[in-house]
Nanobody, 123 residues
Framework: QVQLVESGGGLVQAGGSLRLSCAAS????????MGWFRQAPGKEREFVSV???????YYTDSVKGRFTGSRDNAKNTVNLQMNSLKPEDTAVYYC?????????????????WGQGTQVTVSS
């Protein structure tokens, strides 16, 4: 049974930092592309970042320069370091796994999803 478990969310003031982690189990981790998505209250879930099998990292424009993704294939984990957080970053953050996505931003191409972790940034 495949499981993705996010952790590291919480409440932080604007300008602060959080580090999200996603631990994967039940799958051979290294061949998967790992994405981060988020869903703010009243909004649709949106793409945040993706880490390819080879370690290439892509970000949505709104988080470039503030968020940094990483993966550790030995530990079956991906991380998202979030700095200079803004109130508009408030959302539930999800990690997701895809084997061969054509379009990284397309949520429909991700097979496995975590349960999400809440990030709240106060102003």
């Amino acid at each position: 049974q495949v499981q993705l478990v996010e952790s590291g969310g919480g409440l932080v003031q604007a300008g602060g930092s959080l580090r999200l982690s996603c631990a994967a189990s039940g799958l051979t981790f290294s061949p998967y592309v790992m994405g981060w998505f988020r869903q703010a209250p009243g909004k649709e879930r949106e793409f945040v970042s993706v880490i390819t099998r080879s370690g290439g990292i892509y970000y949505t424009d709104s988080v470039k320069g503030r968020f940094t993704g990483s993966r550790d294939n030995a530990k079956n984990t991906v991380n998202l370091q979030m700095n200079s957080l803004k109130p508009e970053d408030t959302a539930v953050y999800y990690c997701a796994a895809a084997r061969n996505p054509v379009v990284f931003r397309d949520q429909g191409q991700y097979t496995y999803w975590g349960q999400g972790t809440q990030v709240t940034v106060s102003s």
